[in-house]
């Protein structure tokens, strides 16, 4: 079992910046991806950026503005964003993919985590 908490977000003004955490804990040596997905008020939850061994990606809307990394040593995945928009107002959710023991796909998701942009 992974167990994820993710700190981070608030509300900031166009053009500000946050980072967003996801600290991991407990059985998480099958895990092979990492990202963060965002859910807007009344729309779907879409995938922002995501990072599998030494490859990354972005979705087109952050692209440039967003870094996703990850410190191994402390089991930590972050979300830099910078340039923010309001557009970018969502709950944020770190996502970690995995593989059990008997071979089967599983995924843990952290709380979320609200980014309010507004003047």
């Known amino acids: 079992q992974v167990q994820l908490v993710q700190s981070g977000g608030g509300l900031v003004q166009p053009g500000g910046s946050l980072r967003l955490s996801c600290a991991a804990s407990?059985?998480?040596?099958?895990?092979?991806?990492m990202g963060w997905y965002r859910q807007g008020p009344g729309k779907q939850r879409d995938l922002v950026a995501s990072?599998?061994?030494?490859?990354?990606s972005y979705a087109d809307s952050v692209k440039d503005r967003f870094t996703i990394s990850r410190d191994d040593a402390k089991n930590t995945l972050y979300l830099q964003m910078n340039s923010l928009k309001p557009e970018d107002t969502a709950v944020y959710y770190c996502?970690?993919?995995?593989?059990?023991?008997?071979?089967?796909?599983?995924?843990?998701w952290g709380q979320g985590t609200q980014v309010t942009v507004s003047s």
């Open positions: 990072t599998s061994g030494d490859d990354i």
């Open positions: 407990g059985t998480i040596f099958n895990i092979y991806a």
């Open positions: 996502n970690y993919k995995g593989i059990t023991s008997n071979y089967m796909p599983i995924e843990y």
